[in-house]
Protein backbone atom coordinates (compact mmCIF):
# COMPACT_ATOMS: atom_id res chain seq x y z
CA UNK A 1 0.00 0.00 0.00
CA UNK A 2 1.63 3.51 -0.89
CA UNK A 3 3.16 5.02 2.02
CA UNK A 4 1.01 8.45 1.55
CA UNK A 5 -2.26 6.66 2.37
CA UNK A 6 -1.85 7.17 6.15
CA UNK A 7 -5.23 5.59 8.31
CA UNK A 8 -3.96 6.54 11.45
CA UNK A 9 -0.98 4.70 11.26
CA UNK A 10 -3.00 1.69 10.68
CA UNK A 11 -4.27 -0.46 7.71
CA UNK A 12 -7.36 0.32 5.60
CA UNK A 13 -8.92 -3.03 7.18
CA UNK A 14 -8.21 -1.94 10.53
CA UNK A 15 -9.81 1.70 9.88
CA UNK A 16 -13.19 -0.58 8.02
CA UNK A 17 -13.30 -2.37 11.02
CA UNK A 18 -13.48 0.91 12.71
CA UNK A 19 -15.86 2.48 9.93
CA UNK A 20 -18.40 -1.04 11.02
CA UNK A 21 -18.07 -0.51 14.36
CA UNK A 22 -19.29 2.84 14.20
CA UNK A 23 -21.59 2.20 11.87
CA UNK A 24 -23.51 -0.28 13.72
CA UNK A 25 -23.58 1.76 16.70
CA UNK A 26 -25.43 4.82 15.24
CA UNK A 27 -27.80 2.49 12.89
CA UNK A 28 -28.84 0.39 15.98
CA UNK A 29 -29.01 3.52 18.74
CA UNK A 30 -29.71 6.83 17.14
CA UNK A 31 -32.83 7.87 16.45
CA UNK A 32 -32.64 11.62 16.36
CA UNK A 33 -35.44 13.45 18.13
CA UNK A 34 -38.45 15.12 15.75
CA UNK A 35 -37.22 18.04 14.23
CA UNK A 36 -33.99 17.98 15.38
CA UNK A 37 -30.96 17.62 12.35
CA UNK A 38 -30.07 13.52 11.69
CA UNK A 39 -26.37 14.43 11.28
CA UNK A 40 -24.55 17.36 11.99
CA UNK A 41 -22.54 18.85 8.66
CA UNK A 42 -19.16 19.46 9.03
CA UNK A 43 -17.98 21.94 6.66
CA UNK A 44 -14.84 22.12 5.27
CA UNK A 45 -12.73 24.65 6.63
CA UNK A 46 -10.28 27.07 4.68
CA UNK A 47 -7.00 24.29 5.09
CA UNK A 48 -3.93 25.82 6.42
CA UNK A 49 -0.49 24.82 5.28
CA UNK A 50 1.65 26.71 7.44
CA UNK A 51 3.51 28.48 4.71
CA UNK A 52 4.62 32.38 5.00
CA UNK A 53 2.91 34.76 2.60
CA UNK A 54 5.80 36.20 0.65
CA UNK A 55 6.35 32.30 -0.80
CA UNK A 56 2.66 32.61 -2.29
CA UNK A 57 2.63 33.58 -5.83
CA UNK A 58 2.40 37.16 -7.46
CA UNK A 59 0.10 38.09 -9.65
CA UNK A 60 -1.43 41.13 -11.75
CA UNK A 61 -5.17 39.39 -12.75
CA UNK A 62 -8.07 41.00 -11.88
CA UNK A 63 -9.29 37.30 -10.79
CA UNK A 64 -7.25 33.69 -10.32
CA UNK A 65 -7.48 30.69 -8.95
CA UNK A 66 -5.45 27.86 -8.06
CA UNK A 67 -6.70 23.97 -7.14
CA UNK A 68 -5.39 20.72 -6.48
CA UNK A 69 -7.19 19.17 -9.41
CA UNK A 70 -8.02 15.80 -7.33
CA UNK A 71 -9.40 17.11 -3.78
CA UNK A 72 -10.64 20.73 -5.35
CA UNK A 73 -8.94 22.36 -2.56
CA UNK A 74 -8.48 25.70 -3.43
CA UNK A 75 -4.57 26.78 -2.79
CA UNK A 76 -4.43 30.09 -4.09
CA UNK A 77 -6.77 33.03 -4.85
CA UNK A 78 -7.79 36.53 -5.90
CA UNK A 79 -10.99 37.53 -6.36
CA UNK A 80 -12.31 34.04 -7.46
CA UNK A 81 -15.88 34.24 -6.83
CA UNK A 82 -15.89 37.34 -9.55
CA UNK A 83 -17.82 36.94 -12.46
CA UNK A 84 -15.66 37.82 -15.04
CA UNK A 85 -16.39 36.75 -19.45
CA UNK A 86 -13.92 33.98 -20.27
CA UNK A 87 -12.75 34.23 -23.77
CA UNK A 88 -12.07 31.18 -25.42
CA UNK A 89 -11.75 29.31 -22.33
CA UNK A 90 -15.66 28.39 -22.99
CA UNK A 91 -14.09 25.89 -25.01
CA UNK A 92 -13.07 23.64 -22.62
CA UNK A 93 -16.55 22.97 -21.84
CA UNK A 94 -17.25 22.91 -25.74
CA UNK A 95 -14.59 20.08 -25.71
CA UNK A 96 -15.60 17.90 -22.82
CA UNK A 97 -19.63 17.98 -24.23
CA UNK A 98 -18.73 16.86 -27.59
CA UNK A 99 -16.37 14.09 -25.85
CA UNK A 100 -18.99 13.10 -23.47
CA UNK A 101 -21.84 12.74 -26.21
CA UNK A 102 -20.14 12.06 -29.07
CA UNK A 103 -17.38 9.54 -31.29
CA UNK A 104 -14.51 11.07 -32.32
CA UNK A 105 -14.78 9.30 -35.24
CA UNK A 106 -18.17 11.15 -36.56
CA UNK A 107 -17.66 12.43 -39.85
CA UNK A 108 -19.17 15.85 -39.35
CA UNK A 109 -20.63 17.62 -42.34
CA UNK A 110 -19.79 21.41 -41.94
CA UNK A 111 -22.81 23.84 -41.89
CA UNK A 112 -22.74 27.30 -43.65
CA UNK A 113 -23.30 28.53 -40.01
CA UNK A 114 -19.46 27.47 -39.42
CA UNK A 115 -18.32 29.43 -42.30
CA UNK A 116 -16.83 32.66 -41.58
CA UNK A 117 -16.85 32.69 -38.10
CA UNK A 118 -15.75 35.96 -36.36
CA UNK A 119 -12.25 36.07 -34.66
CA UNK A 120 -9.68 33.20 -34.40
CA UNK A 121 -10.42 30.31 -37.06
CA UNK A 122 -9.21 26.97 -38.96
CA UNK A 123 -10.81 28.19 -42.10
CA UNK A 124 -13.65 25.63 -42.49
CA UNK A 125 -15.54 25.99 -46.09
CA UNK A 126 -19.86 24.36 -45.81
CA UNK A 127 -19.92 21.32 -47.36
CA UNK A 128 -15.91 19.91 -46.20
CA UNK A 129 -16.20 16.89 -44.30
CA UNK A 130 -13.46 16.21 -40.78
CA UNK A 131 -13.96 13.91 -38.30
CA UNK A 132 -15.17 15.39 -34.98
CA UNK A 133 -11.81 14.62 -33.49
CA UNK A 134 -9.90 16.94 -36.00
CA UNK A 135 -12.49 19.56 -35.17
CA UNK A 136 -11.74 18.95 -31.46
CA UNK A 137 -8.08 19.57 -32.25
CA UNK A 138 -8.90 22.92 -34.16
CA UNK A 139 -11.11 23.97 -31.42
CA UNK A 140 -8.57 23.17 -28.66
CA UNK A 141 -5.47 24.06 -30.28
CA UNK A 142 -5.96 26.81 -32.60
CA UNK A 143 -8.87 28.03 -30.90
CA UNK A 144 -11.03 28.00 -34.08
CA UNK A 145 -14.53 29.58 -33.18
CA UNK A 146 -15.95 27.92 -36.86
CA UNK A 147 -14.52 24.76 -35.12
CA UNK A 148 -17.25 25.46 -32.26
CA UNK A 149 -19.85 26.00 -34.42
CA UNK A 150 -19.65 23.28 -36.44
CA UNK A 151 -19.36 20.81 -33.16
CA UNK A 152 -22.28 22.23 -31.37
CA UNK A 153 -24.69 22.14 -33.98
CA UNK A 154 -23.13 18.03 -34.97
CA UNK A 155 -23.26 17.38 -31.06
CA UNK A 156 -26.99 19.19 -30.43
CA UNK A 157 -28.53 19.70 -33.75
CA UNK A 158 -28.14 23.75 -33.19
CA UNK A 159 -26.36 26.09 -31.25
CA UNK A 160 -28.98 27.00 -28.85
CA UNK A 161 -29.47 23.27 -28.18
CA UNK A 162 -25.83 22.83 -27.43
CA UNK A 163 -25.66 26.10 -25.53
CA UNK A 164 -28.57 24.46 -23.13
CA UNK A 165 -26.38 21.23 -22.37
CA UNK A 166 -23.63 23.03 -21.51
CA UNK A 167 -25.23 25.19 -18.91
CA UNK A 168 -27.09 21.66 -17.74
CA UNK A 169 -23.17 20.81 -17.45
CA UNK A 170 -22.27 23.68 -15.51
CA UNK A 171 -25.22 22.91 -12.63
CA UNK A 172 -24.06 19.05 -12.79
CA UNK A 173 -20.86 20.69 -11.89
CA UNK A 174 -22.11 22.63 -8.92
CA UNK A 175 -20.94 25.58 -11.06
CA UNK A 176 -23.84 28.11 -9.98
CA UNK A 177 -22.01 31.37 -11.08
CA UNK A 178 -21.15 30.15 -14.67
CA UNK A 179 -23.16 30.32 -18.18
CA UNK A 180 -22.88 29.94 -21.64
CA UNK A 181 -24.05 31.90 -24.54
CA UNK A 182 -22.49 30.15 -27.07
CA UNK A 183 -19.54 27.51 -27.48
CA UNK A 184 -16.57 29.67 -28.93
CA UNK A 185 -16.58 32.37 -25.87
CA UNK A 186 -16.77 35.49 -28.31
CA UNK A 187 -18.19 38.86 -25.91
CA UNK A 188 -21.90 38.05 -24.70
CA UNK A 189 -23.64 39.71 -22.03
CA UNK A 190 -24.55 37.09 -19.96
CA UNK A 191 -21.71 34.91 -20.92
CA UNK A 192 -19.56 34.60 -17.83
CA UNK A 193 -17.48 32.41 -15.21
CA UNK A 194 -15.62 32.72 -11.96
CA UNK A 195 -11.93 31.77 -11.79
CA UNK A 196 -12.59 29.35 -9.06
CA UNK A 197 -15.19 27.78 -11.41
CA UNK A 198 -13.11 27.78 -14.39
CA UNK A 199 -10.80 26.11 -12.31
CA UNK A 200 -13.57 23.49 -11.38
CA UNK A 201 -14.44 22.88 -15.00
CA UNK A 202 -11.02 22.34 -16.50
CA UNK A 203 -9.79 19.95 -13.18
CA UNK A 204 -12.96 17.89 -13.93
CA UNK A 205 -12.26 17.62 -18.16
CA UNK A 206 -8.53 16.65 -17.11
CA UNK A 207 -9.81 13.37 -15.51
CA UNK A 208 -11.13 12.58 -19.21
CA UNK A 209 -8.46 10.79 -21.55
CA UNK A 210 -9.29 12.06 -24.47
CA UNK A 211 -9.59 15.74 -23.31
CA UNK A 212 -5.98 15.23 -21.75
CA UNK A 213 -4.98 14.22 -25.19
CA UNK A 214 -5.96 16.99 -27.08
CA UNK A 215 -4.88 19.71 -25.27
CA UNK A 216 -1.46 18.09 -24.20
CA UNK A 217 -0.56 18.13 -27.53
CA UNK A 218 1.43 20.48 -29.45
CA UNK A 219 1.09 20.03 -32.91
CA UNK A 220 -1.59 18.06 -35.07
CA UNK A 221 -1.75 17.72 -39.16
CA UNK A 222 -5.16 16.71 -40.78
CA UNK A 223 -3.94 15.26 -44.04
CA UNK A 224 -5.47 16.65 -47.69
CA UNK A 225 -8.50 14.26 -48.77
CA UNK A 226 -11.69 14.56 -50.78
CA UNK A 227 -13.85 17.35 -48.98
CA UNK A 228 -11.11 18.38 -46.76
CA UNK A 229 -8.23 20.15 -47.32
CA UNK A 230 -5.04 19.87 -45.25
CA UNK A 231 -4.73 21.77 -42.14
CA UNK A 232 -2.03 22.36 -39.23
CA UNK A 233 -2.71 23.21 -36.08
CA UNK A 234 -0.27 24.28 -33.42
CA UNK A 235 -1.13 24.23 -30.05
CA UNK A 236 -1.51 28.40 -28.64
CA UNK A 237 -0.18 27.10 -25.04
CA UNK A 238 3.34 28.29 -24.90
CA UNK A 239 3.91 26.46 -21.11
CA UNK A 240 3.99 23.20 -23.33
CA UNK A 241 7.11 24.09 -24.37
CA UNK A 242 8.30 26.27 -21.64
CA UNK A 243 7.32 24.37 -18.16
CA UNK A 244 8.15 20.74 -18.07
CA UNK A 245 5.21 19.66 -16.01
CA UNK A 246 2.48 21.90 -18.23
CA UNK A 247 -0.07 19.69 -19.74
CA UNK A 248 -2.60 21.55 -20.91
CA UNK A 249 -4.90 23.92 -20.61
CA UNK A 250 -6.85 27.00 -22.70
CA UNK A 251 -6.09 30.10 -24.08
CA UNK A 252 -8.39 32.50 -24.66
CA UNK A 253 -8.77 36.73 -25.06
CA UNK A 254 -10.90 39.07 -26.10
CA UNK A 255 -11.34 42.78 -25.84
CA UNK A 256 -13.55 42.55 -22.66
CA UNK A 257 -12.26 39.59 -21.48
CA UNK A 258 -8.40 40.88 -21.63
CA UNK A 259 -6.41 37.48 -21.21
CA UNK A 260 -7.46 34.65 -20.12
CA UNK A 261 -5.47 31.57 -19.28
CA UNK A 262 -6.84 28.31 -17.92
CA UNK A 263 -3.12 25.53 -17.37
CA UNK A 264 -2.19 22.41 -15.73
CA UNK A 265 0.50 20.17 -14.52
CA UNK A 266 0.59 16.76 -12.92
CA UNK A 267 3.55 15.91 -11.28
CA UNK A 268 4.52 12.73 -8.59
CA UNK A 269 1.81 13.29 -5.73
CA UNK A 270 -0.62 15.42 -7.86
CA UNK A 271 -2.30 17.02 -10.54
CA UNK A 272 -2.84 21.39 -10.70
CA UNK A 273 -4.95 23.45 -12.58
CA UNK A 274 -4.14 27.30 -12.88
CA UNK A 275 -6.66 30.29 -13.72
CA UNK A 276 -6.24 33.83 -14.80
CA UNK A 277 -8.73 36.48 -15.93
CA UNK A 278 -8.06 39.48 -17.39
CA UNK A 279 -4.19 39.01 -16.49
CA UNK A 280 -1.19 41.22 -19.16
CA UNK A 281 1.22 38.57 -17.79
CA UNK A 282 -0.53 35.47 -17.38
CA UNK A 283 2.63 33.28 -18.58
CA UNK A 284 4.94 34.19 -16.15
CA UNK A 285 2.34 34.26 -13.53
CA UNK A 286 1.12 30.58 -14.58
CA UNK A 287 4.84 29.58 -14.26
CA UNK A 288 5.05 30.60 -10.67
CA UNK A 289 1.81 29.28 -10.03
CA UNK A 290 2.28 25.87 -11.33
CA UNK A 291 5.46 25.61 -9.86
CA UNK A 292 4.19 26.55 -5.95
CA UNK A 293 1.56 23.92 -6.46
CA UNK A 294 3.95 21.12 -7.26
CA UNK A 295 6.73 22.84 -4.97
CA UNK A 296 4.62 23.09 -1.88
CA UNK A 297 1.92 20.68 -1.87
CA UNK A 298 0.48 16.87 -2.66
CA UNK A 299 -2.45 14.75 -3.06
CA UNK A 300 -3.52 12.21 -0.86
CA UNK A 301 -6.00 9.56 -1.80
CA UNK A 302 -7.85 8.50 1.28
CA UNK A 303 -10.18 6.04 -0.27
CA UNK A 304 -11.52 5.25 -3.98
CA UNK A 305 -14.81 5.57 -5.33
CA UNK A 306 -16.81 2.63 -3.76
CA UNK A 307 -14.07 1.32 -0.92
CA UNK A 308 -15.90 2.56 1.79
CA UNK A 309 -19.20 0.21 1.29
CA UNK A 310 -21.29 -1.29 4.19
CA UNK A 311 -24.95 -1.71 4.91
CA UNK A 312 -27.30 -1.40 7.70
CA UNK A 313 -30.70 -1.48 9.11
CA UNK A 314 -32.01 2.14 9.64
CA UNK A 315 -33.80 2.95 13.18
CA UNK A 316 -36.63 5.20 11.94
CA UNK A 317 -39.92 3.27 10.54
CA UNK A 318 -40.28 1.57 8.71
CA UNK A 319 -36.97 -0.25 8.94
CA UNK A 320 -35.17 -0.76 5.67
CA UNK A 321 -31.64 -2.13 4.90
CA UNK A 322 -29.50 0.34 2.93
CA UNK A 323 -26.23 0.05 1.55
CA UNK A 324 -23.88 3.24 1.74
CA UNK A 325 -21.13 4.03 0.00
CA UNK A 326 -18.61 7.20 -0.94
CA UNK A 327 -19.62 7.50 -4.52
CA UNK A 328 -16.17 9.85 -5.75
CA UNK A 329 -12.42 9.04 -5.13
CA UNK A 330 -11.94 10.67 -1.77
CA UNK A 331 -8.81 12.83 -2.14
CA UNK A 332 -7.43 15.51 0.86
CA UNK A 333 -4.30 18.31 -0.04
CA UNK A 334 -1.39 17.87 2.23
CA UNK A 335 1.61 19.94 2.85
CA UNK A 336 4.53 17.93 0.99
CA UNK A 337 6.64 16.08 3.55
CA UNK A 338 4.03 16.44 6.27
CA UNK A 339 4.35 13.58 8.37
CA UNK A 340 1.18 13.57 10.96
CA UNK A 341 -1.07 10.84 10.70
CA UNK A 342 -4.00 11.61 9.02
CA UNK A 343 -7.70 10.46 11.61
CA UNK A 344 -10.60 9.21 9.70
CA UNK A 345 -14.23 8.76 10.90
CA UNK A 346 -17.76 8.69 9.80
CA UNK A 347 -21.33 10.17 10.47
CA UNK A 348 -24.15 8.27 9.85
CA UNK A 349 -27.69 9.72 10.20
CA UNK A 350 -31.10 9.31 9.05
CA UNK A 351 -31.39 7.70 5.62
CA UNK A 352 -33.75 8.78 2.67
CA UNK A 353 -35.16 5.87 0.27
CA UNK A 354 -33.86 6.86 -2.70
CA UNK A 355 -30.53 5.75 -4.63
CA UNK A 356 -28.09 8.86 -3.77
CA UNK A 357 -29.18 10.59 -0.83
CA UNK A 358 -26.90 11.75 1.06
CA UNK A 359 -26.69 9.04 4.39
CA UNK A 360 -23.88 10.80 6.27
CA UNK A 361 -20.09 12.03 5.92
CA UNK A 362 -16.39 10.21 6.31
CA UNK A 363 -14.56 13.47 8.34
CA UNK A 364 -11.13 13.60 7.76
CA UNK A 365 -8.69 15.56 10.05
CA UNK A 366 -5.50 16.43 9.12
CA UNK A 367 -3.57 18.21 11.71
CA UNK A 368 -5.33 21.59 11.45
CA UNK A 369 -7.65 20.63 8.66
CA UNK A 370 -10.98 18.75 8.91
CA UNK A 371 -12.39 17.71 5.90
CA UNK A 372 -15.91 16.10 5.30
CA UNK A 373 -16.97 13.79 2.22
CA UNK A 374 -20.71 12.71 1.45
CA UNK A 375 -21.69 9.20 1.71
CA UNK A 376 -24.76 8.15 -0.11
CA UNK A 377 -27.22 5.35 -0.60
CA UNK A 378 -26.55 3.19 -3.31
CA UNK A 379 -28.95 0.62 -2.83
CA UNK A 380 -32.05 -0.19 -0.95
CA UNK A 381 -32.83 -3.60 -0.36
Not at 247 to 270: P, Q
Request: proline share 3%.
Amino acid sequence: MNDKKILSAVSYAAASAVFSILVFFYAEFANPAEGEPAFSQISDTTAEFDIPASQFPQTGAQSCALVDANSGQLLFSKNENERLPMASTTKIMTAIIAIENKSLDDAVLIPKEAQNVEGSSIYLAAGEVLSLGELLYGLMLESGNDAAIAIAIHTAGSVENFCNMMNEKAKELGLCNTNFENPHGLSSENHYTTAHELAKLAAYAMKNETFRKIVATEKYIIPAREKCRERYFFNHNRLLRSLDICDGVKTGYTLSSGRCLVTSCTVEGGSFVAVTLNDRNDWSDHKEMLTFAASNFESVKIAAAGEIFFSYQTAASPKQRVSVTNAEDIYITRKKWANAPIDLSVEIGAVGSLVGDTAGYVIVNDEKNCFSFPLTVSGVQ
